[in-house]
């Protein structure tokens, strides 16, 4: 597979920004339904009727000014490499010390924060439902089962996921079927 970029360093930059976007921005996201389900089932008569369409936008638009100023920098450094014109996720060899500090940094802001707090919402949401003694606790577990499975299935969802599946089946059979070949063409030592 050719891997040459022919756009030239801009768009690769811009794709790498969209790229990071679109990942930061789930997670955020992701991250903001998490403490919403959390409020809903462990304070729902503090926030029933308190949360208004404008809290919604401006979390919204805080979540997205965030992921941008956060993804931004990665605009600065040079994502093609003159000889193979290749677009590359990170940077090139000689500015690569210094992305790893910043992906590091962009790493723990952008996925470990945002991903203690979806834990601690749902570790809370469950340690309230088995507390609880009502008729429909079987119920609310399941929902907070669902809720809490929910980003797994986004995470993993994907519209190429049945042909990746095939590939992948199909590479596995091929690798059992040279193992059996090879295995036939082995001779076999008889012990008496």
């Known amino acids: 597979m050719d891997r040459r970029w022919i756009f030239g360093e801009v768009f690769c930059k811009i794709t790498r920004f969209c790229f990071s976007l679109n990942l930061y921005g789930s997670i955020g996201f992701l991250t903001c339904i998490s403490v919403y389900r959390y409020l809903a ?3 729902p008569m503090r926030v029933m009727g308190r949360i208004a369409v404008t809290h ?29 014109k290749e677009c590359l996720d990170t940077t090139n060899k000689k500015h690569l010390e210094r992305y790893l ?36 606790k079987i119920s609310r577990g399941l929902v907070c089962l669902n809720s809490a499975l929910n980003p797994l ?11 990746q599946l095939m590939q992948l ?20 030592v008889q012990i008496i």
Request: net charge positive.
């Open 41 to 43: 089932i462990v304070h």
């Open 56 to 84: 919604t936008v401006a979390i919204s638009v805080m979540v997205w000014l965030l992921v941008s100023v956060q993804s931004l920098p990665d605009m600065f450094f040079t994502k093609t490499l003159e000889n193979t």
């Open 153 to 163: 299935v986004y995470l993993h969802g994907n519209e190429n996921i049945g042909a």
């Open 169 to 188: 089946l199909q590479r596995a059979w091929q690798a059992v079927r040279q193992l059996f070949n090879r295995r036939s063409h082995v001779p076999v």
């Open 101 to 136: 500090e910043y992906s590091l940094g962009w790493t723990l802001t952008g996925f470990c924060i945002p991903f203690l707090i979806t834990l601690g919402c749902y570790g809370h949401v469950i340690v309230i439902i088995c507390k609880s003694n009502s008729i429909d």
